[in-house]
């Protein structure tokens, strides 16, 4: 790896923009990417003009290396020198193209994931005085903890911090799902998860996971993992809480209609489609385990509306792949599609 290479991936992996020795910016930035095994996936990687003059693809170049989750092993998958030659290496040969949807879009299209391909993906693109660098973590059903689950946060219409723990039982059942272990917080906390609202676990005990640490969510200078705020009266006191959603056993899809929807117009579609409405538990997992991405706003079972995204990108979720709640809204509002459920036969 080149020495520019290392000196970005030690010091700017959360994202940021430095200057390097000559006064060039150069902008570093991490997205997460979910896909199941044997499908094809688009990692993105855009280039951020700060200097050169826009000329096409002519004289950038462009070139993509993977690197192991613990950074021991680094592998070469594809260079492209000014959008006239691409050359893909290894197990990527054949396998990797780029995408370029326009002049300033390097993403890389992979098919036939496997588990191999679980890793950091690193962008790095030269045009003139631009040097941008992009890492893209892969997340492929069936690596270590993913392949069970998902874990998600869960709050009801009413709020924050509005359950017991028996209410808490409740809304993960209604949602497909059942109140996470602190096992499977711990798993989702390694891959990622942070979410500065505490929740309950199924063992009695609050908690919540922080990746990144901050000021309302135990202090900046404090250090990232579990928050535990031990165990709580199961009666009397309310929080929210976190769920957990197995594998999918069914469909999980957005059903074309020609109108938006009102919550009961959306339970109905369903039905004419010999579905039901989608449970957020649901729509978690085909996020996280089956890497379902669309950028449509659309009704659940639980009243709330939400989108899921796993390839981040502009006026959907443009920071990090995420299930995205638009709120709890009017359930008499047209504004908004549905999603549904067919349960295996």
Same mark, same amino acid.
């Given at each position: 790896?080149? +020495? ?5 991936? !030690?010091?700017?992996?959360?994202? !940021? ?13 991490? &997205?997460?990417? @979910? ?10 990687? *855009? ?6 003059? &826009? ?9 993509? +290396? ?38 300033d879009d390097a993403s890389l299209i992979?098919?036939?994931? !496997? ?9 790095? %693109?030269?045009? /003139?005085?631009?040097? &941008?660098?992009?890492? #893209? ?6 690596? %270590? =903890? ?5 874990? @998600?946060?869960?709050?009801? *219409?009413?709020? *924050? ?18 109140? $996470? ?9 390694? /891959? ?11 063992? =009695? ?9 901050? /000021? ?28 957990? !959603?197995?594998?999918?056993? =069914? ?33 978690? $997992? ?26 981040? *990108?502009k006026n959907c979720s443009p920071t990090e792949a995420a299930v995205r709640l ?11 599609? #549905? ?7």
């Open positions: 790896m080149s +020495t520019l290479l290392s000196l970005v991936l !030690s010091l700017t992996l959360a994202s !940021s923009v430095y200057s390097d020795t000559n006064g060039a910016a150069s902008q570093s930035s991490e &997205n997460r990417v @979910f896909a199941s095994h044997g499908s094809n996936v688009t990692l993105p990687c *855009r280039i951020h003009r700060e200097y050169g003059v &826009n000329f096409g693809r002519l004289g950038m170049k462009i070139k993509w +290396t993977k690197m192991s989750m613990d950074e021991s092993v680094e592998e070469d998958v594809l260079e492209s020198m000014g959008g006239l030659h691409e050359n893909s290496y290894g197990s990527f040969q054949g396998r990797v193209h780029l995408l370029e949807e326009d002049d992979l098919t036939d994931v !496997s588990q191999d391909d679980v890793g950091k993906f690193i962008c790095e %693109v030269i045009d /003139g005085f631009d040097d &941008n660098i992009h890492v #893209v973590i892969l997340e492929v059903q069936g690596s %270590v =903890g993913y392949s069970d689950g998902v874990v @998600f946060p869960y709050s009801p *219409r009413l709020g *924050r911090y509005n359950l017991n723990f028996h209410d808490a039982e409740q809304a993960c059942l209604g949602q497909d799902a059942t109140v $996470a272990s602190f096992d499977q917080l711990y798993e989702a906390w390694r /891959g990622g998860l942070d979410w500065c609202n505490a929740g309950w676990l199924s063992d =009695g005990t609050v908690q919540y996971p922080i990746t990144n640490p901050r /000021g309302p969510c135990g202090g900046a200078n404090s250090v990232a993992g579990l928050r535990n705020y031990g165990q709580r009266d199961k009666s009397s006191s309310r929080f929210d809480v976190f769920c957990f !959603s197995g594998a999918l056993r =069914g469909e999980f899809y957005w059903l074309v209609q020609p109108n938006r929807l009102t919550f009961a117009e959306a339970v109905l579609a369903c039905q004419d489609d010999g579905a039901e409405i989608a449970k957020v538990g649901q729509m978690y $997992a085909a996020w996280k385990l089956n890497g379902y991405d669309r950028c449509d706003s659309g009704w659940l079972a639980d009243g709330s509306v939400r989108y899921p995204i796993s390839r981040p *990108r638009v709120g709890f809204p009017d359930k008499k509002q047209k504004l908004y599609g #549905v999603y549904c459920f067919k349960g295996q036969q």
